[in-house]
């Protein structure tokens, strides 16, 4: 009766998974970001005379003038730096405790020497996302080596198979998160131009008025569209910096698996001559 073969057991992880409930970040920070307005920048040592409805008398009371949007777009960047810090422990955790480069180089070594208890001691050592799917991928070599009942490409096809599950397996701690910073890259810029608009809507108001400008409220709509719109910028690139700097780290660890791998069922075609 023939037996099948299945899949190895992925490794228990270990480490910083990453928060999975982004949403409860958002909402941290959308508190944050509108205290930081309200009461920080729109502290009345911040006008002239102490009133909010006056003249800013430094930069916190001219970016308060920007309106509700500053809080907005706050809430954003500071959504931003948090997701920013829980990517990188995440990220960090996930990629081991040895240097990728080094790990790859000496897993690819071992491997190909057909040393698989030493691969194995070393991803105990690295640990990480990496480490799990080699361990589970020569799991499945020793697995099917000893598995009469498979011809030689159903072998290789296994070894792939259990690579591939296990690297899909690790694939939503490396990418939790990512999706909501590549949105604030849109949402700093869109934001920025909704305050903009704003703020341009209220000078056009002030020209309007009575037949002549008053300049209060020129100078107030002025500066809520300028406020606005750099705020946003600022929010949209430090976003971008964060998504490109990870997608980065996670494009390096998908380059590592997908070379581990190619090593892993390569060595067992050119190691085994059996149909």
């Known amino acids: ?7 190895a057991a992925p490794a228990k992880k270990s480490g910083f998974q990453g928060v999975k409930a982004a949403w409860i970040i958002l909402v941290i920070c959308a508190i944050a970001g509108y ?4 009461f920080v920048m729109g502290n009345p040592d911040n006008f002239v005379g102490g009133d909010r409805s006056g003249h ?12 509700f949007v500053v809080g907005l777009i706050l809430t954003l960047l500071f959504t931003v730096i948090c997701l920013g810090i829980e990517r990188f422990f995440a990220i960090k955790s996930a990629s081991g405790k040895i240097n990728l480069a080094k790990f790859t180089a000496q897993v690819k070594g071992l491997i190909k020497e057909q040393k698989f208890a030493e691969a194995d001691a070393l991803c105990d050592k690295m640990q990480g996302s990496v480490a799990n799917v080699v361990k589970a991928s020569i799991k499945m070599y020793q697995t099917v080596e000893g598995d009469n009942t498979l011809k030689k490409a159903a072998k290789i096809a296994k070894i792939q198979q259990a690579h591939e599950e296990a690297t899909q397996l ?3 701690t490396l990418q939790m998160n990512m999706p909501m910073v590549a949105t604030i890259v849109s949402l700093g810029t869109l934001t920025a ?13 002030a020209l309007s008025a009575g037949g002549g400008a008053d300049s209060m409220a020129l100078s107030a709509g002025i ?7 750099a705020s946003g910028i600022l929010t949209s690139w430090v976003a971008t910096v964060v998504y490109n700097f990870f997608s980065n780290k996670i494009d390096k660890l998908t380059y590592a698996l997908d070379e581990i791998g190619f090593t892993i069922a390569a060595t067992y075609d050119s190691t085994h001559n059996e149909a």
Do not use: H
């Not at 009766?1 to 899949?7: P, S």
């Not at 131009?193 to 108001?205: E, N, P, R």
């Open 1 to 7: 009766m023939a037996t099948t073969t299945k899949a």
């Open 35 to 38: 205290s930081v307005w309200y």
């Open 56 to 67: 800013p008398a430094n930069l916190l009371g001219t970016v308060y003038k920007g309106g």
């Open 170 to 172: 690790e694939m939503p």
């Open 193 to 205: 131009l909704f305050g903009t608009v704003l703020g341009m809507i209220g000078s056009f108001q």
């Open 223 to 229: 500066s809520e569209a300028l406020v606005n719109t």
